[in-house]
């Protein structure tokens, strides 16, 4: 099973801040990463697929980088909304995914 | 706009079963697998099973198989999940979630979920 690592596990920040959450996966997924946001009470939203591919919707100040185990996700400036928990998932042999653990963004 | 609403969620006693349901509206829901993700109070998120659009195709967690069975009604457009001899570490916010998929070189291929619903609660207890 490949293990995904998410750091750190919280992230304080101001609103205006850049934000970089790290993912490390224990093998290669290629880009076969996804990113999602999730905040209280509410169920995951997609941000990014196969590393660097914004979804619908998703501004442009969310970016996603990387390849092979190392991974970014990259908020530019933080907004108010942003503040929230991040989850990294690989589907390098989906449909058998795994998540990473999460990083929490909260407001310093 | 594309939706998925989850039901049948509630308090069961450990060994019990219960049947989840998620209903599907605004997308074409035979084109798309389908997926149960579950979430512990307080932890992270776990792939539970995933189905394939026509139905034939289901895969599981080891943390589920032989204990859970996903199934569709494409007829209803609805998603389902069978959960028998449940236990206390089964207790979670269970998500259905559509396939997130794009046109590849030959097809189209799978990169996650690209809606979720809102989420049904399950709790294993005496």
């Known amino acids: 099973e490949i293990v995904l690592t998410q750091s750190p596990a919280t992230l304080s920040l101001s609103p205006g801040e850049r934000a970089t959450l790290s993912c490390r996966a224990s093998?290669?997924?290629?880009?076969?990463l996804a990113w999602y946001q999730q905040k209280p009470g509410q169920a995951p939203r997609l941000l990014i697929y196969?590393?660097?591919n914004r979804a619908t919707g998703i501004p442009a100040r969310f970016s996603g980088s990387g390849s092979g185990t190392d991974f970014t996700l990259t908020i530019s400036s933080l907004e108010p909304e942003d503040f929230a928990v991040y989850y990294c998932?690989?589907?390098?042999?989906?449909?058998?995914?795994?998540f990473g653990g999460g990083t929490k963004v909260e407001i310093k | 706009e594309v939706q998925l609403l989850e039901s049948g969620g509630g308090l069961v006693q450990p060994g019990g079963s219960l049947r989840l349901s998620c209903a599907a509206s605004?997308?074409?829901?035979?084109?798309?697998?389908m997926t149960w993700v579950r979430q512990a109070p307080g932890k992270g998120l776990e792939w539970v099973s995933t189905?394939?659009?026509?139905?034939?195709?289901?895969y599981y967690a080891d943390s589920v198989k032989g204990r859970f069975t996903i199934s569709r009604d494409n007829s209803k457009n609805t998603l389902y999940l069978q959960m028998n001899s449940l236990r206390a570490e089964d207790t979670a916010v269970y998500y259905c979630?559509?396939?997130?998929?794009?046109?590849?070189?030959?097809?189209?291929?799978?990169?996650?979920?690209?809606?979720w619903g809102q989420g049904t609660t399950v709790t294993v207890s005496s």
């Open positions: 979630a559509k396939g997130g998929r794009v046109r590849g070189v030959v097809d189209y291929y799978y990169y996650g979920m690209d809606v």
């Open positions: 605004e997308f074409t829901y035979t084109n798309y697998a």
């Open positions: 093998q290669s997924v290629s880009t076969y």
């Open positions: 998932q690989q589907r390098s042999n989906w449909p058998l995914l795994t």
């Open positions: 196969d590393a660097s």
């Open positions: 189905i394939s659009g026509s139905g034939g195709s289901t």
